[in-house]
């Protein structure tokens, strides 16, 4: 009776576990087969490999677009850091009751849906290229500026800080340092695993983003890497192992930030309902 | 609990520090925060205000006028709204409570300390997580096909004599959406459960084995409890995210058979760009999905109890 349980408990672990796993293995396989042998359902790595990345090359401007991906989350989440752990940094070392209040505030803002700012951000984002094209809409910029902020992140390193030990701050003081500097020199060097979690979310979440790029990019040179992908995925007559090459391409990026950050990725997302 | 005060703080042992100093460091920080605040008023609550006004006007493109609430009239015989609406909680209803048990599930039997390839299964279930929700739509988009992978694989187990219409069947379809981010996520969740099942004292479980307490009992009397503030977090955060759905189903159905799978969220993106630019009703739309998570995250929390919320 145990033994049977341990199997049977093995059994559902080894089948989720292929389950999670399967669809890698077969957009990963896919990518090295031509799209025939993909629809007759071939599942051995083929020879293909250099043969779908050419034709994705020649049909699709992926370089472009994965670079548009790497400049727009970069700059996102070098942004997003800075402030948010400014404004963190600030509403747990500088408490007060009317910060507090402010800091609820912007709590709300995580229950407010994406899609609910599309409309009237597209509307503003529309005013402002009338004045600073470089800022206005089909721009990486316009990506970039109203999702860099997010009371999560905020949320996230006031929890941290909770953690930072004060003292450290009043040794600084001591020493002369202003108040900024006491933020660069001390608290920054000593939060380095809080900026790695954070800065994974955040690139993350940026890498992935498609619905404000969607509506905000117009022109093909701008497109970053999963408008390419869903405007691939989305014809008639698909070529899979050319889409499975782009896919594929598409996950190196943060399959590598997970593999090599494993730790500070599940600290970071444990870290915050802490 | 700290103070404002201690925080602030001075070198010496006085219990306030001197007014002006007081009032430097309050300024102080209220510049650490200053541009985190103007960033969230800018680009979330102004253009709630924004949209709270444009959801009373109608009109194409940019040419809008007032017409008081005719929008919020119109949501309620709007059949495509209703559809969207009652898909959404279609998803919400089925996925997110399938997701959560699978979730503790797999991190109880996770949590055995004598499970060996432990740090394996854990990697590779939450693995999906990894992708991009484009990417991996489109890859079940292709596994669901007609002539897919999975219908293959049914077809041969002979668990279906034909194949299944997964994409273009309206209960199909809303089948293989709430398959594909069951998929998705459920590694994601799990990930929070391990991480409070490691906090649980372990002689708790051993206390209730000698009272005779089965796996089951155990499970719902000491692990659901204990867990009840993660499980609660969980859920909001599922909830608020499958009413939000929409890289999903853009990609895998593109909300067809007809509307069958289609969502709030990708009807306010057909209502803007795809069909008149119908601004002023999209903004409408939008405070129902406002509403509906405000009330819900409220619901879950009275159910869940105040003691641990």
């Keep these: 009776m145990h033994k049977a349980k341990r199997v049977s408990m093995y059994a559902f672990l080894c089948l989720a576990a292929f389950v999670s796993i399967f669809p890698f293995f077969w957009m990963i396989v896919s990518a090295t087969n031509l799209s025939v042998d993909v629809t ?19 049909s699709v401007d992926i370089w472009n677009a994965l670079g548009n991906s790497a400049k727009i989350s970069i700059s996102t989440t070098i942004l997003a850091m800075l402030i948010a752990s400014l404004a963190g940094y600030g509403f747990e070392v500088y408490r007060s009751k009317a910060k507090d209040i402010v800091f609820s505030i912007l709590l709300l803002s995580m229950m407010i849906p994406f899609a609910a700012l599309m409309v009237p951000l597209y ?27 997010t009371a999560f992140l905020i949320f996230f390193f006031r929890q941290s ?16 340092l202003s108040e900024l500097g006491l933020f660069f020199r001390i608290y920054l060097p000593t939060m380095k695993t809080t900026y790695a979690a954070a800065a994974i979310i ?11 790029p969607l509506v905000i990019l117009q022109s093909p040179e701008n497109q970053t890497i999963p408008l390419l992908i869903s405007n691939l995925g989305s014809g008639y007559a698909p070529d899979y192992g050319l889409i499975m090459m782009a896919i594929v391409l598409s996950t190196i990026p943060t399959a590598l930030v997970f593999f090599l950050m494993q730790k500070h990725f599940v600290a970071g997302m444990v870290g915050s309902v802490k | 609990m700290k103070t404002a005060d201690s925080a602030a703080g001075s070198g010496s042992n006085t219990f306030r520090p001197s007014r002006s100093r007081r009032f430097k460091s309050g300024l102080v920080g209220w510049l650490f925060i200053a541009a985190a605040v103007l960033m969230i008023a800018a680009f979330y609550f102004y253009p ?14 940019m040419n809008l006028k007032f017409n008081g609430l005719a929008n919020y009239e119109r949501l309620f015989t709007d059949t ?11 998803y919400l209803l089925f996925q997110v409570p399938i997701m959560i048990i699978f ?8 949590n055995d300390r004598k499970l060996k390839f432990k740090g394996f299964f854990r990697t590779a279930i939450f693995l999906p997580c990894i992708t991009s929700l484009v990417a991996y739509s489109i890859v079940f988009k292709y596994l669901f096909a007609p002539d897919g992978l999975v219908n293959a694989f049914l077809l041969n187990i002979h668990l279906i004599g034909e194949p299944i219409q997964w994409l273009t069947h309206p209960f199909w379809a809303k089948v293989t959406i709430i398959i594909a981010i069951t998929w998705r996520w459920t590694g994601y969740n799990m990930i929070f459960y391990l991480s409070g099942l490691q906090n649980i004292d372990q002689s708790i479980y051993e206390a209730a084995r000698i009272d005779g307490a089965s796996a089951v009992r155990q499970f719902f009397s000491i692990t659901v409890p204990l867990l009840k503030p993660i499980i609660l977090f969980t859920s909001i955060t ?10 999903e189903v853009m990609n895998i159905t593109r909300g067809g058979p007809g509307n069958a799978t289609t969502t709030i969220s990708q009807y306010i993106y057909n209502l803007s760009f795809e069909y008149s630019s119908d601004f002023g009703y999209a903004a409408t739309v939008s405070y129902s999905i406002v509403i509906m998570i405000v009330v819900l995250s409220f619901i879950q929390f009275k159910v869940a109890g105040d003691r641990n919320a």
């Excluded at chain 1, 293909?48 to 994705?56: E, I, T, V």
């Excluded at chain 1, 470089?134 to 860099?148: E, L, N, S, W, Y």
């Excluded at chain 2, 709270?52 to 009109?59: H, V």
């Excluded at chain 2, 495509?80 to 279609?90: E, R, Y």
């Design chain 2, 103 to 110: 979730a503790l599930f797999i991190s109880v039997l996770l």
């Design chain 1, 123 to 149: 509307r503003m984002f529309g005013q402002i290229t009338n004045f600073f094209p470089t800022f206005g809409i089909d721009t990486p910029a316009a990506v970039v500026i109203p999702t860099f902020t």
């Design chain 1, 40 to 58: 007759r359902g071939r599942l051995l790595p083929g020879a293909h490999l250099m043969d779908n990345l050419r034709n994705l090359t020649n």
């Design chain 2, 80 to 90: 495509m709204f209703l559809s969207a609406v009652s898909n959404t909680f279609i």
């Design chain 1, 202 to 212: 955040t690139f993350m979440a940026s890498w992935n983003n498609y619905m404000w």
């Design chain 2, 48 to 61: 709630m205000i924004q949209a709270l006004i444009l959801s009373f006007k109608t009109g194409t493109g």
């Design chain 1, 161 to 176: 800080t909770k953690m930072f030990p004060r003292e450290l701050l009043e040794a600084g003081r001591m020493d002369g």
């Design chain 2, 238 to 247: 599922s909830t608020i995210g499958t009413l939000q759905l929409f890289d």
